[in-house]
């Protein structure tokens, strides 16, 4: 990229402020500004796109009920090569760069995991000069924005309407129609084809709303289409001329609440109504913009395989399959074999979760009902599966009865994957063989080439450089340059450096400086002093039982028992941090941040832990909150139970900061410590089939509980309340008589060693410091560019 002078960059934002909002600079508010600065990036990158040629190979479509985007202005800005060029521009305005970017709110698309790693896919995707379009809805308020309020974790709407309107670009040329209910009517031929069509309908548009994705160095632009639902009829005008002014409005209601939230509660049927609505929403409007796009350019759909790739990320995007089957048969005319042969060709699946309870499954009746079309194409597939399946295992009842898509009154989605995909893939050596060997592993003995492997990867261009620009700086001095930003397995050479004590002093004074600025953000953003010289020992995840944020509760109490036991002992202070949200109607992991909530405040009151132990919860964590923990982070840990975690990247992003993991052999953290060792990584707690084996001979989580005095003493705080006077003694009965399914307490005392074990070594600055070294220099190969590449060569042929 042409480095661009600040002030004709002082300049442009200038132009735009007047255009858009009709103020001089001097009049700007800090959101104008930052309007102001995203729409000029953006029409920058809207010109570098259009001087792309067009794409005669194949297409990459990356299906994601989720992109969790973070902020963008700074990233686009990175990308473009003008971030040194706009912060100048910006302080010769008059304004603080930081509160600029710090009034962009975090895009609403996502959640976890999930989200984040199709966010960093697109990236490196675009970064790599690989042709790819993202597709996701356009949820006007995200998922939420948590608040605590008297320790409890509260919903509320989560507007990210400043930056969409700055960054997404309205494509109503290209709007689709889509439709639920009606009736299916058939049309039989003399030849004894039949065609099918839907009659009496609900129509709901979908509008794309485009956000353009620049590679690092504007190597290529890609498109993240977000899809809005709008009503085909914004207003019955009978309705309001008799004064009926609500109901007038209904139909456009209820079209526009399909984008309305992220995975809204599906407890009531209501809410499961909703949810198959959005999935099938955002498929059709896919397919159908895609198929269009390829008839206007290459004729009829024959060829369709040969140009387009589909990667279905999780289950919720499944209804892909019978969509493109739908448009191929009803609309392009072609048979079932014919239909099915390309739409296998071109879809993938990548499977997040070896949790049998956590595959989607949705009653077949509310399928019926809203898209008949749709289960009239799924109970033909599942028909003929069925007739594969008893031949494939004409002796075992169980595995075709385990395999079968429609099976007591629910539709399996991931099965529908498992039994059209070309490919299907998990995303990490542990969990991938779980998958061939438990999950999926009737369908592995029949055909083991379909299934790959291609562990996670994270954006290192953002999770490291951008973020942590200090440790980036010492990186390019050390390396000879910033060729690790496209390189990123020439991290590697830091090792060299292992023993070099002023790199070492470097390297510990940098994370010190990233510790002081996120005490500074924690203040200022709750009133909490942390002291940065204390360990920050860090647990940031979604908040999920298996992911075991209770059992790091358990430690932290016993911890302080520990400090009251021997006050005069010495005890390293530390301060543990928490982020994490719950989903709304996960009512215990919601009762698990109280927990936390309730300990935090009863460690603040006690007077023996001053000075010793502290108890943080970021709320609202998000990737805005997420770039300034990570740099900050010392431990990591990555706790859950093993063979439950599917993989894991904030454990990736952690490591690349130079955090120490104290972990079990669990999702990528198997490949992470096989780079690490023991030397470098801290492992504890029963290995995946252990724990199988032991629930197998009969744990009784009671006997421990009776056995293990730590363990009781801890159980019996958390029964009878903290400072607050509330009591958690349903969560410690789920424990010790509801059979403890993700084993914290056969975890408990190996935790506990091997904690104090990783403070005894972390108490030696010069062992610190080079662990922290070895792990970022050995965090390379978890880049997002080699996962994408892995995908490019063995799935998508891209």
Not at 320 to 332: A, S, V
Not at 634 to 661: P, W
């Amino acid at each position: 990229m042409s480095q661009i002078e600040n002030n004709n960059l002082k300049s442009q934002i200038e132009d735009k402020l007047n255009a858009h909002f009709g103020v001089a600079a001097h009049k700007a508010s800090k959101s104008e500004i930052f309007s102001a600065c995203a729409i000029l990036l953006r029409e920058m990158t809207a010109r570098l796109n259009a001087r792309q040629s067009s794409e005669d190979g194949r297409q990459l479509h990356y299906l994601s009920m989720e992109f969790l985007m973070g902020r963008s202005l700074s990233k686009n800005a990175y990308n473009l090569g003008v971030l040194p060029e706009l912060t100048k521009a910006l302080e010769e305005m008059g304004f603080d760069p930081y509160e600029i970017f710090e009034t962009e709110p975090d895009a609403g698309l996502g959640n976890g995991g999930l989200g984040r790693l199709a966010a960093c896919y697109m990236d490196s995707l675009a970064s790599l000069d690989l042709p790819a379009t993202g597709y996701c809805l356009c949820y006007e308020l995200g998922m939420f924005r948590q608040k605590i309020e008297n320790g409890a974790q509260v919903e509320r709407p989560d507007s990210w309407a400043i930056a969409a309107d700055s960054w997404l670009v309205p494509c109503y040329g290209d709007e689709v129609e889509v439709r639920f209910g009606g009736r299916l009517e058939e049309c039989w031929e003399v030849s004894g084809k039949c065609t099918t069509s839907i009659k009496d309908y609900t129509s709901v548009l979908a509008i794309p709303r485009d956000m353009l994705i620049l590679g690092y160095e504007g190597k290529r632009v890609n498109t993240l289409r977000l899809w809005e639902a709008r009503s085909a009829s914004c207003l019955d005008m009978n309705l309001f001329s008799g004064g009926d002014y609500v109901k007038s409005m209904e139909k456009r209601t209820m079209a526009e609440v399909i984008t309305k939230v992220l995975y809204p509660t599906d407890e009531h049927r209501e809410g499961k109504v909703l949810r198959i609505q959005q999935q099938y929403f955002f498929v059709s409007a896919t397919a159908q913009s895609v198929v269009k796009r390829h008839r206007e350019k290459h004729g009829n759909v024959l060829s369709f395989a040969k140009h387009h790739v589909f990667q279905i990320n999780d289950t919720h995007p499944t209804m892909i399959i019978p969509e493109l089957m739908r448009i191929f048969m009803d609309e392009d005319g072609l048979g079932w074999d014919e239909a099915l042969s390309i739409v296998s060709a071109c879809t993938n699946y990548t499977n997040h979760t070896v949790m049998s309870e956590a595959l989607e499954r949705w009653p077949q009746e509310i399928i019926a009902q809203q898209l008949p079309r749709i289960w009239q194409i799924i109970r033909e597939i599942d028909l003929r599966y069925r007739a594969s399946l008893a031949q494939d295992f004409k002796d075992d009842d169980t595995a075709v009865l385990r395999n079968l898509i429609i099976e007591g009154g629910m539709v399996r989605m991931a099965n529908i994957c498992l039994a059209v995909c070309d490919k299907v893939n998990g995303v990490s050596k542990l969990h991938s063989d779980i998958l061939k060997n438990d999950l999926f592993r009737d369908v592995y003995s029949q055909s083991p080439k379909r299934f790959v492997n291609v562990t996670n990867g994270i954006d290192h261009r953002r999770w490291l450089s951008q973020i942590n620009p200090e440790l980036h700086f010492l990186i390019c001095e050390l390396l000879g340059g910033d060729e690790y930003l496209k390189k990123p397995e020439l991290l590697k050479g830091l090792e060299d450096f292992s023993d070099d004590f002023e790199v070492l002093r470097r390297l510990d004074e940098i994370k010190l400086q990233n510790k002081k600025a996120f005490s500074q953000y924690a203040f200022k953003t709750s009133g909490t002093n942390i002291d940065p010289s204390f360990i920050f020992d860090v647990q940031v995840k979604r908040l999920h039982e298996y992911k075991r944020q209770m059992l790091c509760a358990m430690l932290i109490c016993h911890l302080q028992n520990r400090i009251h036991q021997n006050p005069e002992a010495y005890f390293a202070p530390r301060c543990f941090i928490f982020g994490a949200k719950a989903a709304g109607s996960y009512s215990v992991a919601k009762r698990i941040i109280s927990l936390i909530c309730s300990l935090s405040k009863d460690i603040e009151d006690d007077e023996l832990c001053r000075g010793k132990l502290q108890v943080y919860f970021a709320k609202n964590y998000r990737v805005s909150v997420a770039e300034k923990l990570m740099p900050a982070a010392q431990i990591s840990q990555q706790i859950s139970t093993a063979g439950k975690e599917a993989s894991g990247t904030g454990n990736m992003k952690l490591m690349m900061n130079g955090a120490i993991t104290i972990g079990t052999l669990d999702g990528a953290n198997v490949e992470m410590y096989e780079r690490l060792g023991d030397e470098n990584m801290f492992l504890f707690g029963l290995r995946a089939d252990e724990v199988v084996n032991l629930k197998k001979s009969g744990y009784s989580p009671v006997d421990v509980y009776e056995k293990n005095s730590d363990i009781r003493n801890v159980l019996n705080r958390f029964s009878k309340g903290f400072s607050d006077g509330e009591s958690y003694s349903d969560l410690v009965s789920r424990l010790v008589y509801g059979g403890d399914e993700y084993m914290l307490l056969a975890d408990f005392d190996s935790y506990v060693k091997t904690h104090d074990r990783l403070y005894e070594t972390l108490s030696d600055e010069k062992s610190r410091s080079r662990i922290s070294l070895m792990n970022i220099a050995r965090s390379g190969v978890f880049a997002a560019d080699r996962a994408v590449s892995e995908y490019a060569e063995n799935i998508w042929h891209i």
